[in-house]
């Protein structure tokens, strides 16, 4: 199979398109700032490893399942991360992520559940007395879970059913499950490869509540990796998508664990049984233990931007290799010249890079929030989450519609993108409830002068500003969130005066207008984001205009999905809104002349380009793979 491609070879096609005179390599720095050496290191050894990290499809979940665990432990061992980053280099935790969405996504959550959650939890939660199991997990030499959901409890975790009663005679806790809605769920290491479980549970000590606190337990034992006495662990089988996970119900028929396994930072019971905290009040407490799902957000949407960035390259790299009708009815034009293909593909390589600043905006706060105050980098953590989540299944679908029928296959990857989509919309933090919190701590920063809104460049009336000028779309997209923050704040308190309880406000009455505030802040603060990005010292003239090309694109077709709202409340006049329209057409041409160049700045390798679509599909099906992956000779 080696030797030159057909003429459906990416690379025979790549000369039909323009060459951008902006640098890649300086867009991708901009990108991944952070960690550069190791995301490299990482790429090239995944590259050498390709066997391994080849994904395979038509075999069992066992399979898949060992298949993740062995790359799992291949990255572990050779030290592309630590669970000591969080002291050393936090940032490097998200970068691992990120490369790892390019790769696998079932490898990249096995692998987030053990660093950030269960690693991260212990180095943050834990104690001289757990550095033990903390070296052992750091090496890799046994695999850790993470189990706060339970199957009653999820977004409502604080009302959790697992009990920690503490038996002073013999100065154990007593772990149990009384109920069958309080199995732990969704356990991600938990069926298969995890030693030990970081158990969430309501501790009681002297016949006292007081409050959820994180609990080490281990859970296999033996050669044989056996569950523990009283520990049942069920695998909770096939699912949508990501069966490389082993998922697991656990449940816990009154487990002893030695009093030292209370990971005791901020909370302690000594040995008389008097309990002692440096955290006033069981909610606070609830919300220190249950704090990683913080970072795990950022890990997700780092796994997921990833992922889209994949199905975006994979797409337009196909669109330039399929050939369709031209204007002299031979099939000898290619469908990224088209411009249904380009209207469906260009926002999203626009918001696609947008939210990658906005983003990086949001890890760097979380990694140095130095005079930040906490509720600010809750908010950014909470939104950006959602906003790549629904991007990456967003983008997947549309590419995978593009595609035909070879992005229905599932070496073109798509499916697996859609479904990894879908899973992270879920983990840690339903995106609508995230959402609810991102406006609930807006709102409130708002009211006690934490957070003030950025003043708009144009005084005048918002309808009379220019869609033809770009500090005033800026404007704009300050506007939509400016407006409806105060609309809100208005609706609120108004309600409260007239007698109203802010649950019947808040969850009755104005659901839609809590996501369109949270979803309007995310899209202002990465607009934000991507122009500090493209006003960046020490890059070419022409990345920053390549780059602004691309910001203007995110900004008028966030606008034109919202004019609707501008229209209604009016703040544009109908013949701007025609004139909005008219310019998307215009940008989404201009940039997609260089659409390919846009996503070779995403940075992957092309041995890491597998999908044959990407590639050479032509030559892909002159052999028999089964719609397997061949990865010995590239095509």
């Known amino acids: 199979m080696k030797g030159e491609g057909t003429a459906s070879s990416f690379h025979n096609n790549r000369s039909r398109f323009s060459q951008a005179s902006f640098n890649v390599e300086e867009i991708n720095e901009l990108l991944e700032p ?67 969405g390019f790769v696998n996504g079932s490898t990249a959550t096995k692998l987030t559940v053990h660093y950030n959650l269960f ?22 030499d046994a695999t850790g879970c993470f189990a706060l959901t339970e199957l009653g409890y999820g977004n409502n975790a604080v009302e959790m059913e697992t009990t920690a009663v503490y038996d002073k005679e013999r100065k154990q806790f007593i772990i149990n499950s009384p109920t069958t809605k309080s199995a732990k769920f969704w356990i991600t290491n938990g069926a298969k490869h995890a030693k030990y479980a970081i158990v969430f549970a309501q501790l009681e000590v002297n016949q006292k509540q007081e409050g959820i606190h994180a609990f080490l337990v281990q859970i296999r034992d033996g050669p044989h990796n056996q569950p523990c006495p009283g520990v049942t662990i069920r695998e909770m089988g096939n699912k949508m998508e990501l069966d490389g996970v ?21 909370s302690d019971v000594n040995e008389a049984g008097q309990f002692t905290s440096q955290i006033s009040g069981r909610r606070q407490r609830f919300i220190t233990v249950a704090d990683q799902l913080l970072t795990g957000r950022l890990c997700i949407a780092a796994m997921s931007l990833s992922s889209a960035k994949s199905a975006l390259n994979s797409a337009l790299r196909y669109a330039a290799t399929r050939l369709a009708a031209g204007p002299t009815g031979k099939s000898d034009t290619p469908i990224l010249d088209f411009q249904l293909q380009q209207r469906a593909l260009m926002p999203l390589l ?57 992005g229905f296959l599932q070496a073109s990857s798509f499916a697996s993108i859609i479904g ?50 770009f500090d005033d779309l800026v404007d704009y997209i300050n506007l939509r969130f400016v407006s409806r923050a105060k609309k809100l704040n208005d609706l609120t308190l108004s309600g409260l005066k007239d007698g109203k309880q802010i649950f019947q406000i808040w969850m009755k009455e104005e659901s839609e207008l809590i996501q369109k505030v949270a979803r309007s802040y995310a899209e202002w603060f990465s607009l934000e984001s991507f122009i500090e990005a493209f006003n960046s010292k020490g890059i070419s003239e022409a990345t920053r205009e390549g780059l602004k090309d691309l910001c203007h694109l995110y900004v008028l077709t966030v606008l034109e999905e919202d004019l609707g709202y501008l229209l209604m409340n009016e703040l544009m006049t109908s013949a701007s809104a025609n004139k909005l329209v008219e310019l998307v057409n215009h940008q989404i041409a201009k940039v997609g002349k260089y659409a390919l160049d846009y996503a070779e700045g995403f940075g992957l390798p092309e041995e890491l380009i597998l999908a044959p679509i990407a590639n050479d599909w032509e030559k892909y099906n002159q052999f028999d793979f089964r719609g397997e992956l061949n990865t010995h000779a590239k095509l």
């Open 34 to 100: 952070d960690n550069r050496d190791n995301r490299k290191n990482l790429r090239k050894f995944i590259a050498k490893n390709l066997p391994l990290f080849t994904p395979r499809f038509n075999v069992l979940q066992d399979q898949k399942q060992e298949q993740a665990f062995e790359q799992l432990k291949a990255i572990g061992k050779n030290k592309f991360i630590q669970i000591t980053d969080f002291r050393t280099n936090p940032l490097n935790i998200i970068a691992v992520h990120e490369v790892l």
């Open 119 to 140: 690693g991260g939890t212990l180095i943050k939660l834990g104690t001289e007395r757990h550095r033990a199991v903390l070296e052992e997990a750091n090496n890799l």
């Open 246 to 266: 082993d998922n697991a119900l656990l449940m816990f028929d009154h487990v002893r664990v030695p009093r030292e396994n209370l990971l005791n930072r901020y």
């Open 350 to 406: 626009a918001r696609t890079y947008a939210l990658n600043f906005g983003f990086n905006h949001a890890k760097k706060c979380w990694s140095h929030p130095d005079g930040l105050p906490y509720s600010e980098v809750i908010r950014l953590c909470c939104s950006i989450k959602p906003l790549v989540t629904w991007n990456t299944e967003r983008v997947a679908s549309i590419c995978r519609e593009r595609c035909g029928g070879q």
């Open 420 to 469: 990894g989509a879908h899973a992270g919309m879920t983990a840690e933090g339903d995106n609508a409830i995230l959402m609810q919190k991102t406006t609930k701590e807006l709102l409130t920063d708002i009211s006690e002068g934490m957070f003030r809104f950025k003043p708009f460049k144009n005084s005048s009336k918002p309808s009379s500003w220019s869609v033809e000028k």
